[in-house]
């Protein structure tokens, strides 16, 4: 693959900013190079210095958990911003164009529009998994980035991974795998195949089986020359020190993780039975992520019932494919148990 063909003309010899911590990265000294005040915070704690804008000491230990080394990965203000980038890195607006395979997370469309970049769409089969010969159909030298998500929002479900396979090897650009969700899933994440993919890019986050949607920390893992363009084309200090602090500590509790994740797996089985046994309920999709797909009568009715009595859930039933769905994240089983007896009462 030929990484200079796909990245956008205007960037080709870019020289980023040189943050002033890039010069000298010793912890001891007396800094003088960034106008920062040395006095401290109007804070109880200090947060007076600028964070490291490559945030080296989590990505060491993000390289032990996830077995891959660290020119591999990207950090980003939640893996939002990776996307963001993705687009911007790649993407001529009014030139080329992204394949996305609806129904899937909306931010895809939304970067891109934001970006001027166009979409090409490629509906997922009624299974809503990927039709790749139609995808195959679609693709052309213009195509910079195909969107694959993995557990997919809001369907809940993994993609075959030979199919997958099969997209990144037509794919004359990037292609891009979301697995926010992957932490919920039977291990199938094709994180490790970027060492053999130089046009993959796993995405994952902190935000989702981490606990940590309030900080803002997504990953990209790909071939270091993605890496290396995409920390070019970044805001200097884009994952704040607090957050870097935050998942080094999460880091080191990797079981209580996984202990929440096995706990709310516990949570979505009994969730799904629950929904399941209800008459009204038509139907419960499978899911592989911490949120099932459900389809109901009427879903605007369920939906406005349910904001009354404070139960706020997702209202998909006009995106293609999900007619008549909500999507409802697994909570915590008090929580899970209220909108069963909630629904139950629904007629
Ligand atoms: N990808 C998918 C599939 C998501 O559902 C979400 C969040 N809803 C994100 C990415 C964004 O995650 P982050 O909080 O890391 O920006």
């Known amino acids: 693959m030929n990484l200079d063909r796909l990245l956008r003309k205007h960037l080709k010899g870019l020289k980023p900013y040189q943050s002033a911590r890039d010069e000298y990265t010793g912890r001891e000294g007396i800094f003088l190079d960034a106008n920062e005040n040395p006095l401290g915070s109007a804070t109880e704690e200090a947060f007076n210095r600028y964070p490291d804008p490559y ?20 950090l980003g203000n939640g893996s939002d911003e990776a996307i ?46 990927l039709d790749v010969e139609a995808i195959r159909a679609r693709v052309s030298p213009m195509t910079k980035l195909i969107f694959i998500c993995s557990p997919n929002n809001p369907t809940g479900n993994l993609m075959d991974r030979e199919a997958i396979r099969q997209v990144i090897e037509m794919a004359p650009g990037l292609v891009v795998v979301d697995e926010a969700y992957a932490d919920f899933a039977p291990d199938q994440s094709v994180l490790h195949w970027v060492r053999e993919y130089p046009n993959l890019v796993v995405l994952q986050t902190f935000s989702k089986a981490w606990g940590l949607a309030n900080l803002r920390l997504g990953m990209a893992f790909a071939d270091p020359a993605i890496i290396q363009i995409l920390n070019q084309i970044k805001p200097p200090y884009n994952v704040n020190g607090l957050t870097q602090r935050m998942a080094l500590e999460a880091l080191k509790n990797r079981k209580k993780m996984q202990q929440q994740v096995s706990d709310l797996l516990e949570e979505r089985e009994k969730l799904q039975a629950g929904l399941s046994a209800l008459p009204l309920v038509e139907r419960v999709y499978p899911s592989d992520a911490n949120f099932l797909l459900v389809k109901v009568p009427e879903p605007d009715r369920w939906y406005q019932e349910l904001i009354d009595k404070r139960i706020i859930v997702r209202n998909r039933s006009r995106v293609h494919l999900c007619e008549g769905c909500l999507r409802i994240t697994v909570g915590r089983p008090f929580e899970n148990r209220m909108l069963l007896e909630v629904l139950a009462q629904l007629t």
């Open 84 to 129: 963001d980038l993705l687009y911007r890195a790649f993407c001529e607006p009014g030139e080329d164009h992204v394949i996305l395979l609806p129904p899937t997370y909306g931010m895809y469309k939304v970067s891109a529009q934001i970006n001027g970049v166009d979409i090409r769409e490629v509906s997922l089969a009624e299974d809503f998994q």
């Open 55 to 74: 945030q080296q000491e989590v990505k060491a230990a993000l390289a032990l958990v996830k077995l891959i080394r660290e020119p591999y990965i990207f």
